[in-house]
């Protein structure tokens, strides 16, 4: 529902203004910024709350308190309560405790305990995370009931919450929290859980029946941890439109197409949003030369030579800037980058990378810095300032993904002025209006199928209109700039969501 058909049917009380009924919310997941975030997810487990809580939603946000929260936060939780929580199939039983920080009208909650969330990463391998995870679906219901905070909806996200909705129409079923209705979150397909049902059954202590096919159970002996949570779930999102449909096909549907075709009539696609105030290019205190778009055609002149300098690439506000800020898998359309890049360096170039991940695109990004020195710049690393400046020293931004569930990376380059270059699939396809030189409308570059040379097209008609039709590129910028990209429409739909689960 549209956000102005919603504030009609909406009741909005006169002293406060708000929406209602207020309806309660915990958020579950694995991420969340400013605490630990290694991509999309934790952006949106901290972004997405923060406007319910403007749309009078009482919001609780758990996760892990792992060992790598910076200690500017740890300091600042507290101690909420502990106790022990059967776990395993033996018995074995586990400390649970909760740690609490309030910020911005949210409360989040840390699930404490040494054993499992150790590790200076989140995610290790799926020996340990595995178990890891099983502990903290039940550990978050559980704290729920310990805290005696019944909310009316848990929304759970990805893989590693997914057991919640399994857990709480099982093992919590006679309990304090039974009421709660579910939404689980589909934020990338490709993670589900996977692994063999002993052990899974172990972790978890679940009940026979639902490692059967419909539930748990796929191949011969494994369980997939998404795919049961998809299964108990009152209601399944993900992150676009676009997406909701392409993962009920073979090609993008992971091995759970049929699985979630089954279950479409509870699914639907609601796109992400980025924190406007979180990347605010006027309030950026990262930047060089911080600008508004009354400001941007000149600022982004001076914030791309410092990103030059920075770099260690040729300072010269006339070359043509693109940046690529990503995990280096193959999702997120590297091989094609990888075949056209040569290709691009011609003078009037340069190309900024900054990511980690698969070992062999790290080392070819690392080649095509040494070949291209003072052209490329390859930041093999996870650095939050730097991706700022990027976004703000960048003329175009490349996001030529296999797949895209939504992708923030495209939304946050439109609100620092920057032009994205993008496959058209999932989110990308959804976000970003492909330029058309005949009636100046459009955000960005796009090319449908997954060709090298559609893309080497794509980057070579934004090169043609940046170097031959400045001012409308520069209109583009601007427009880019004034476009929503806020959490504000999509927020107004969860909230439809939230009541259509509990009138
Ligand atoms: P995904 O969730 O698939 O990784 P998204 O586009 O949804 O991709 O979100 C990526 C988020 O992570 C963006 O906020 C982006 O700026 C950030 N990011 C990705 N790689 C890096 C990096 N190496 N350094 C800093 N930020 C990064």
Redesign the pocket.
């Known amino acids: 529902m549209a956000k102005e058909e919603t504030m009609n049917t909406e009741v909005m009380t006169e002293e406060t203004s708000l929406p209602q009924p207020r309806r309660s919310i915990a958020f579950i997941g694995s991420e969340c910024y400013p605490f630990v975030?290694?991509?999309?997810?934790?952006?949106v487990m901290y972004a997405l709350p923060k406007a319910l809580a403007g749309l009078n939603c009482d919001v609780k946000v758990i996760i892990p308190r792992y060992h790598c929260i910076p200690w500017e936060y740890q300091e600042k939780m507290v101690y909420r309560g502990s106790f022990e929580m059967d776990l395993c199939a033996d018995g074995k039983s586990y400390y649970v405790g909760i740690m609490e920080y309030v910020h911005d009208g949210v409360v989040y909650d840390f699930i404490d305990n040494d054993e499992f969330f150790t590790s200076g990463n989140p995610y290790l391998n799926l020996v340990d995370d595995i178990p890891k995870y099983c502990y903290f679906c039940k550990a978050a219901l559980a704290a729920l009931n310990y805290m005696d905070w019944i909310p009316d909806v848990i929304h759970c996200h990805d893989w590693q919450a997914s057991l919640v909705p399994v857990m709480l129409r099982t093992q919590f079923a006679e309990t304090a929290i039974r009421d709660a209705k579910t939404i689980l979150t589909i934020?990338?397909l490709r993670f589900q859980g996977v692994y063999n049902i002993s052990t899974i059954r172990y972790w978890t202590n679940l009940p026979d029946d639902v490692f059967n096919i419909d539930v748990f159970k796929t191949g011969y002996e494994d369980a997939n941890m998404l795919k049961a949570g998809l299964a108990y779930a009152d209601a399944i999102t993900t992150v676009s439109e676009t997406y909701a449909g392409e993962i009920q096909t073979p090609f993008y549907g992971d091995g759970l197409d049929a699985h979630i075709r089954h279950h479409s009539g509870k699914l639907r696609g609601i796109v992400?949003g980025i924190d406007v105030g979180q990347w605010d290019p006027k309030a950026d205190t990262r930047l060089a030369a911080p600008y508004d778009i009354t400001e941007v055609l000149e600022k982004k002149k001076q914030n791309k030579r410092a990103l030059q300098e920075e770099l260690g690439l040729e300072v010269d506000e006339n070359k043509f800037v693109i940046g690529l800020?990503?995990?280096l898998t193959n999702?997120?359309g590297l091989d094609l980058v990888n075949e056209i890049l040569p290709g691009l360096i011609d003078g009037n170039t340069q190309v900024v990378v900054?990511?980690?991940g698969d070992a062999v695109y790290e080392a070819s990004f690392r080649n095509f810095e040494n070949w291209y020195k003072g052209s490329v710049c390859s930041?093999i690393?996870?650095?939050?300032s730097?991706?700022h400046r990027i976004?703000a020293g960048s003329d175009a931004l490349l996001?030529p993904s296999l797949f895209?569930?939504?992708?923030?990376?495209?939304l946050?380059a439109m609100r620092y002025g920057t032009v994205p270059i993008v496959r058209e699939t999932g989110g990308l396809k959804d976000t970003v209006e492909p330029y058309n030189m005949f009636y100046q409308q459009g955000n960005g570059f796009t090319f449908d199928r997954y060709e090298a040379g559609l893309l080497y097209d794509a980057v070579n008609r934004a090169k043609t209109v940046y170097f031959t039709d400045r001012w409308h590129w520069d209109e583009m910028v601007q427009r880019n700039m004034a476009k929503d990209v806020s959490w504000e429409a999509s927020a107004w739909k969860y909230r439809d969501l939230y009541l259509e689960l509990r009138p």
């Open positions: 975030k290694t991509g999309g997810l934790g952006d934020h990338n992400n800020i990503s995990r999702q997120k900054l990511g980690t930041c690393m996870y650095d939050e730097r991706a976004y996001v895209e569930p939504c992708g923030l990376t495209q946050i």
